[in-house]
T-cell receptor, first 109, second 114 residues
């Protein structure tokens, strides 16, 4: 079993829909990252959080430390949101990032 | 543009060869991280340097080595290349070490071993 599990693996949505991507982890962590990887391969850091909730534009990330679970929400999805979204965690105080396998999101117009 | 640069963008080489990948961090960032992304393994952490010193090590093969120079740029050396080393190699930088720092990713180097 992977230390970081993401669901769903693939997600297809219509433009305007509300999207939720989930991340569960089995180890104690100090921080969790949400990353976006564009079709061309580039990776962008979306959020880093260790508690609570963060919002940036149409993106919202939440984390529940007790339940070892984080969610990434996209409101009013748009075709330009089509990408792979990757969850990654820092185990304990480690600097090492452990990655989930990613969720491929396709938003159709 | 994250401010992190990587060269070359693409690299095609043969088995048994040795290559060097280069990363320049964002101005002022002291930490550099190297990651490998392959189709079957996904993203994996290889190694981290902080201000010239090795800080953390992940799943890095003995055939691979890295260093960070006084000007803070870093190089990842891959030797005795095998077909399975074909992957995207990313570097990332952050202002400091520690697990509470956002990392800024470079565009990656796509390595193809034939």
């Amino acid at each position: 079993k992977n230390e970081v599990e993401q669901s769903p693996q693939n997600l297809t949505a219509q433009e305007g829909e509300f999207i939720t991507i989930n991340c569960s982890y089995s180890v104690g962590i100090s921080a969790l990252h949400w990353l976006q990887q564009h079709p061309g391969g580039g990776i962008v850091s979306l959020f880093m959080l260790s508690s609570g909730k963060k919002k940036h534009g149409r993106l919202i990330a939440t984390i529940n430390i007790q339940e070892k679970h984080s969610s990434l929400h996209i409101t009013a999805s748009h075709p330009r949101d089509s990408a792979v979204y990757i969850c990654a965690v820092h185990q304990g105080g480690s600097e090492k990032l452990v990655f989930g396998k990613g969720t491929k999101l396709t938003v159709n117009p | 543009d994250s401010g992190v640069t990587q060269t070359p963008k693409h690299l095609i080489t043969a088995t048994g060869q040795r290559v060097t990948l280069r990363c320049s961090p964002r101005s002022g960032d002291l930490s550099v991280y190297w990651y490998q992304q392959s189709l079957d393994q996904g993203l994996q952490f290889l190694i981290q340097y902080y201000n010239g010193e090795e800080r953390a090590k992940g799943n890095i093969l003995e055939r691979f080595s890295a260093q960070q120079f006084p000007d803070l740029h870093s190089e990842l050396n891959l030797s005795s290349l095998e077909l399975g080393d074909s992957a995207l190699y990313f570097c990332a930088s952050s202002p400091l070490g520690g697990s509470y720092n956002e990392q800024f990713f470079g565009p990656g180097t796509r390595l193809t071993v034939l």
